[in-house]
């Protein structure tokens, strides 16, 4: 049991390896394939002399193959160097993990979000099923997995910061507050500022994104768990806890929903990916201080650096959650194991 | 879908028994109608629409649509920030974001099919390096995969198609190459192949038909992904640019004016909504008829 446990972790973990390497190896093309010359694109519009250049491409090591300059990127990477911005001048790790507490946030708010509504929903569909709730969910569901999420988000903004004025626009916080940044989460932080009122206007903020974020989460959720649900409900189990004489909630939440919640737990783990896609969009729109919002920008900026090693550093977190959820999943369900 | 195959029946039993199965689902049925309307607005755009899509009238700025005051007939559904006519830019919105999901969905599924069953067929270090490389597509959020490939290539409405191609040919590939290496282990590919078929033959005549099903539900799919995310490169200001009809492009620059009118901001989302949920339901629907092991 434990070796077989231990073999398909390493094998796991061996997976990845070629991944990692093409993945920064992607990375590494970003800059060799924009158009212009990356020391050209960082001393701006004042000129070079081509003496300089010349030297300052040496520097740098543009001038050696491709392949040396590959493992030159190769090697520093590993050893936790990701560039510096050309616009600020930071490093583009420092500047990512100013910004990243604040897009975990609004994921963890969404899907937490997409759950609680989700699951409930999912499960109440699958128990009367072929009513004009599971109908009704099931068009929800679909619609809410096709929503272009840009336009949700304007069309919330438009709702309920515009007609209704409920809602702020953009941000994390409203301005007025300041609020000591200790675990970089705002909804967190905001109980130990000494303003009165920070953290309401911390969650007015959090509501709208966290919703449009975990729109199509929710709408794959509820879907995933009615019909997981419908799976588990014919099982012989569950007949049996029927039989036993045990009352329909229970037989449905703690039998059926217990089994009914592994492929749930799964999707919910592979959705990160997607998640941080979404979140791309919809920190564009609420400006919301986070890596998606920071990305975009760079692009406007030419801010090559950023764009290349922001993206590398999200590949490698997707690489990561999906390594944790295989072994989870592993861990739950020794068939897969082989 | 439908009349594609109508033209061609293999035999009629089999069609009517598929059209049974597929109207069995209403909700596809009508993702079916929402299909049909659109693609004969996108054919008949020069007739029925009432002005060009980027004709500026310069006196009609913002003008509501008719149910509102103000709304005038020559603009059923207003007009937007430089006078250009709301419905025939939705209208020919349309017949772009077909011609988008059609042109990307078919250039993908071409190539992640060849890919796939390449990988099937060659097995070894071929199909190690193919998937490798797909798994490494697959781990870049594919948003954020197709910003990179744009900011790669510049921006436009082209380099945008390319960059949903090259994002969404994970999912065809590893598709036919499942199904392929489920194909080859039947009795009738050997017998195919002891018969001295060659390896193109048995690729794209033998087995290819029968990887079909899940490739056709993966299509139709695979148009409403390409739809919503050329449009939301487009939002990004990275897709089609201005003053090109592209339904995510209008609402780029359209947040400006949420607080005089909401018609600029709300219709071509509506559209993009409807469009996509048009080809999710028919998905669904075709999955249901063609696969009934992954009905539900």
């Not at chain 1, 409920?166 to 967190?188: H, K, N, Y």
């Not at chain 2, 028994?17 to 069995?24: G, M």
């Not at chain 2, 380099?159 to 999912?171: R, S």
């Not at chain 2, 005549?205 to 139709?220: E, F, G, H, R, T």
Request: overall charge neutral; charged content about 15%; aromatic content about 10%.
């Amino acid at each position: 049991m434990v070796r077989s446990m231990f073999r398909f972790l390493f094998r796991r973990i061996a997976l990845i390896v070629p991944t990692f390497i093409g993945v920064t190896f992607m990375a590494f093309l970003l800059i060799h394939l924009v158009p212009g010359d990356p020391i050209e694109a960082r001393v701006g519009e004042r000129g070079i002399a081509p003496e300089r250049l010349a030297e300052l491409r040496h520097e740098f090591g543009y001038d050696l193959p491709m392949w040396q300059q590959f493992f030159k990127y190769e090697v520093q990477i590993v050893k936790g160097d990701l560039g510096m911005s050309v616009v600020t001048q930071q490093s583009v790790w420092h500047e990512f993990i100013t910004l990243f507490p604040a897009t975990v946030e609004l994921s963890i708010a969404a899907i937490l979000f997409a759950m609680l509504i989700g699951l409930p929903m999912g499960v109440i569909a699958a128990v009367r099923r072929g009513s004009a709730f599971d109908y009704g969910l099931m068009g929800m569901s679909v619609t809410g997995a096709s929503m272009p999420i840009f336009w949700w988000g304007l069309m919330m903004i438009l709702i309920f910061s515009v007609t209704l004025g409920i809602t702020p626009v953009s941000g994390r916080i409203s301005d007025a507050f300041f609020v000591e940044p200790w675990s970089g989460f705002m909804l967190i932080d905001c109980y130990w500022s000494e303003d009165e009122g920070a953290c309401s206007s911390a969650w007015s903020h959090m509501i709208l994104p966290m919703i449009v974020l975990g729109t199509i989460p929710l709408a794959i959720i509820a879907r995933m768990t009615r019909s997981s649900m419908l799976e588990v409900l014919n099982e012989d189990y569950v007949r049996t806890a029927r039989a036993k004489g045990l009352s329909t909630p229970r037989v449905v939440i703690v039998h059926a929903l217990r089994n009914a919640l592994i492929p749930v737990v799964t999707v919910i783990g592979l959705s990160v990916s997607g998640l941080l896609g979404g979140a791309i969009l919809t920190e564009t729109i609420f400006s919301w201080p986070g890596v998606g919002h920071w990305l975009v920008e760079s692009i406007a900026r030419r801010d090559y650096p950023v764009l290349q090693g922001g993206s590398l550093l999200i590949a490698v977190l997707v690489i990561m959650v999906n390594l944790g959820v295989d072994l989870l999943y592993g861990f739950l369900n020794p068939r897969i194991r082989r | 879908m439908s009349d594609i195959a109508a033209k061609t029946p293999p035999m009629p039993g089999a069609l009517a028994l598929f059209w049974r199965s597929f109207a069995e689902n209403r909700g596809a049925v009508v993702g079916l109608a929402i299909m049909g309307i659109l693609i004969a607005v996108s054919i008949l755009a020069d007739v029925i629409s009432l002005h060009s899509p980027i004709e500026q009238f310069r006196e009609s700025f913002l003008i509501p649509p008719i149910w509102q005051e103000g709304g005038e007939w020559s603009f059923p559904l207003g007009t937007d920030d430089v006078g250009r006519d709301m419905l025939s830019r939705l209208i020919y919105g349309a017949r772009l974001s077909l011609i988008i999901g059609f042109s990307v969905a078919s250039l993908a599924l071409l190539t992640g099919t060849t890919l796939g069953l390449t990988a099937a067929f060659a097995g070894g270090i071929v199909d190690i390096v193919i998937m490798r490389l797909m798994d490494v597509l697959l781990v870049f959020p594919s948003l954020l995969l197709a910003i990179v490939i744009v900011a790669i290539l510049g921006p436009g409405l082209f380099n945008a198609m390319l960059a949903v191609v090259v994002v969404t040919l994970p999912g065809y590939t590893r598709l036919a190459r499942a199904s392929a290496l489920a194909e080859l282990a039947r009795d009738y590919v050997t017998a195919t192949r002891s018969a001295g078929a060659g390896t193109l033959r048995l690729m794209f005549d033998v087995v290819l038909p029968n990887c079909a099903a899940p490739l056709i539900v993966q299509v139709s799919l695979g148009f409403a992904v390409a739809i919503l995310d050329a449009a939301a490169l487009g939002f990004l200001g990275l897709g089609a640019q201005p003053p090109t009809p592209e339904w995510g492009t209008m609402l780029s620059g359209a947040l400006q004016f949420y607080q005089r009118a909401w018609w600029v901001l709300a219709l071509p989302g509506f559209a993009i909504l409807f469009t996509v949920l048009a080809f999710n339901l028919v998905g669904d629907g075709l999955r249901d008829a063609l696969d009934p092991k992954l009905k539900r």
